[in-house]
């Protein structure tokens, strides 16, 4: 049968790239949130670059640096899970209705229903 609804399967296709985009974007965020509250608690003093930057303007120490990597990363994480989950509800909703699509065929007897697989493996003895 031929695959209908081609728009939301690439929008599905979107959703896992951004997804995936998203964490690790934060991942590298999150290490240099901490690498930058390393340096910044050398010098005792917040980098006039990362002042006006949210977040990274207020990391000083190497403590507070590994605290907001922390949740830069959670952040990041709990972006891909919902970015990743709403593309496999897409899937899933076009799985349902290929296969609701599919059994109303074979209902209006357009197609004979294929036979159910062999559990043992071996040829049945129906020729």
């Given amino acids: 049968m031929q695959k209908k609804f081609r728009a939301l399967r690439i929008v599905a296709l ?3 790239v951004i997804a995936w985009i998203l964490l690790i974007g934060g991942i590298v965020g999150a290490l240099m ?3 930058i509250g390393a340096i910044q608690g ?3 003093q917040v ?3 990362m002042g006006r930057v949210p977040l990274l303007g207020r990391t000083e120490g190497l403590w ?3 605290v907001t990597g922390v949740l830069v990363l959670l952040a990041a994480l709990v972006q891909f899970v919902l ?3 709403a593309s496999e509800v897409i899937d899933l909703a076009l799985a349902i209705e290929q296969n609701t699509r599919e059994t109303a065929y074979f209902l209006r007897g357009e197609n004979v229903v294929p036979p159910p697989p062999s559990w043992t493996g071996a040829p049945s003895a129906q020729s």
């Fill in 14 to 16: 979107i959703y896992k």
């Fill in 33 to 35: 949130t901490v690498v």
């Fill in 42 to 44: 050398r010098v005792g």
């Fill in 47 to 49: 980098s006039p670059m």
């Fill in 64 to 66: 507070v640096g590994i």
């Fill in 83 to 85: 970015l990743y989950a």
